[in-house]
Nanobody, 121 residues
Framework: VQLQASGGGLVQAGGSLRLSCAASGFTFGSYVMGWFRQAPGKEREFVAA????????NYAGSVKGRFTISRDNDKNTAYLQMNSLKPEDTAVYSCALGSHIRVSPSNYYYWGQGTQVTVSS
């Protein structure tokens, strides 16, 4: 199983980024995909998750209305569109594979390497 997150970078407050999570080594369309983030000195935090078919999703309150999670099962890729970015969104963002849409990281059993997102004020 491999999950590779990409698309991070440096952006000004109010800007947008689109993260991608390319998956391989498993049946992508059979699993929930989640995005988490971790800022320096803080615990890993749930951001969003999406179900197998892409029609059910859940968001952390802090990103609801600004971030959109999606997936393309034909391309084995999950996405996180991030708009109206704020400095407090600065963190390493990681994608993860699970069986249920849950907010706890312990419910996800494969993790990709993260991608750094830095939002300047």
């Amino acid at each position: 199983v491999q999950l590779q997150a990409s698309g991070g970078g440096l952006v000004q407050a109010g800007g947008s980024l689109r993260l991608s999570c390319a998956a391989s080594g498993f049946t992508f369309g059979s699993y929930v995909m989640g995005w988490f983030r971790q800022a320096p000195g803080k615990e890993r935090e749930f951001v969003a998750a999406i179900n197998y078919g892409g029609d059910i999703s859940n968001y952390a309150g802090s990103v609801k209305g600004r971030f959109t999670i999606s997936r393309d099962n034909d391309k084995n890729t999950a996405y996180l569109q991030m708009n109206s970015l704020k400095p407090e969104d600065t963190a390493v963002y990681s994608c993860a594979l699970g069986s249920h849409i849950r907010v706890s990281p312990s419910n996800y059993y494969y993790w990709g390497q993260g991608t750094q997102v830095t939002v300047s004020s």
